[in-house]
């Protein structure tokens, strides 16, 4: 499915701020509310790595929950489903803060390892 | 061996987003104003396009993008209108890609008259799922759900439903013969994207369909008074 794709790209930036040192690990970060399985993330992963200088290379996700800023009290509460409404006011007009990434958190390279 | 860690915090699509920024350059500098449609195969998109190039060829400079696995079919049965209609498929050289992305938009770039238009249509492979996570350069997304599809849609596949900007309910000719709730629909939809306007839609019919043809003027509108 497009974890292949995602997976790819996720290569793509992996190698970039790599600059050509071997990746130990890569750390993503997935939102809730973004359409990713992370165990097809995982597998996408292994394939796409084999023969770069990524092989190998654990892919850490950490699950972000979906967190919304209520427009009426301000707070921010937890949304597990939907519609969202504040959990603190329980008005139904909110901004997603957090749940919608899917980001690169940081990566790991052996700095030995630069190619000439 | 020495591990070093480096802090990245970038987008897993960011590849995907500089090139749609580079499309939306392209577009912007030819004064083109770009739509994604999307929805799941079947829900008639292609049948949709036909009624909006009828109504609006004369009207608006039109081009479409059509996006498909494979074959030339809905190219094909646009290829009567004044529209230039260009086809991409996705099995050639992408690997059979279940969505289009931002690359496949733009090798199609060249084949499109771009000074020529001021709208251009991107009709997205059928899918209710990969495509809304690909941003491709739009101005604005749009998609069909048909009623034969079902009430619970918004609520199985979210991410579709809250990233378009229009939804448009389609195929209602059909609702008598159907066990559709529509207020039930209705209802998920709201839940899942709050107040996102929508139209009741035939395109078999023909009603409601100047709903749409607005929605399609007003994204035009959007370029000209940006100049």
């Known amino acids: 499915m497009h974890e292949m794709a995602i997976a790819g790209s996720v290569l793509d930036g992996a190698l970039r701020h790599a600059e050509g040192r071997r990746v130990t690990h890569v750390q993503l970060k997935v939102g809730h509310l973004r359409q990713v399985v992370p165990s097809s993330l995982e597998f996408s992963w292994e394939l796409v790595t084999k023969g770069t200088t990524a092989e190998g290379a654990v892919l850490g996700i950490e699950r972000v929950e979906a967190v919304g800023a209520c427009r009426a009290c301000k707070r921010e509460t937890p949304q597990s489903g939907f519609p969202f409404k504040c959990g603190e006011c329980g008005d139904y007009g909110l901004e997603i803060v957090r749940g919608n990434e899917l980001l690169i958190d940081w990566l790991e390279v052996d700095d030995d390892s630069a190619a000439a | ?227």
């Open chain 2, 1 to 227: 061996m020495h591990i070093k860690k480096i802090r990245v915090v970038e987008d897993a699509l960011d590849a995907n987003n500089t090139i749609a920024r580079a499309n939306r350059d392209d577009f912007d500098r030819a004064g083109v104003r770009v739509v994604n449609f999307m929805s799941s195969p079947g829900a008639g998109k292609t049948t949709l396009l036909e009624r909006a190039l009828e109504a609006l060829d004369h009207e608006l400079r039109i081009g479409v993008l059509e996006g498909d696995v494979q074959g030339s079919l809905d190219a094909d049965r646009l290829a009567h209108h004044h529209a230039p209609v260009v086809q991409i498929n996705t099995d050639a050289g992408f690997g059979g890609e279940c969505h289009l992305d931002a690359n496949m938009v733009r090798s199609a770039l060249s084949s499109l008259p771009l000074d020529d238009i001021e709208l251009l249509i991107v009709e997205n492979v059928g899918n209710l799922v990969c495509p809304a996570e690909f941003k491709i350069g739009e101005d604005a997304r749009v998609m069909a759900s048909s009623v034969t599809e079902g009430e619970d849609k918004p609520l199985k596949y979210p991410l579709m439903f809250r990233a378009c900007d229009f939804v448009l309910v389609n195929k209602i000719d059909l609702l008598p013969h159907l066990d559709f709730d529509l207020e039930a629909f209705l209802a998920n939809l709201d839940a899942v994207h709050p107040g996102v306007p929508y139209a009741l839609v035939s395109a078999r019919t023909g009603e409601g369909l100047e709903a749409w043809f607005d929605w399609l003027r007003d994204v035009a509108q959007r370029g000209r008074e940006a100049a």
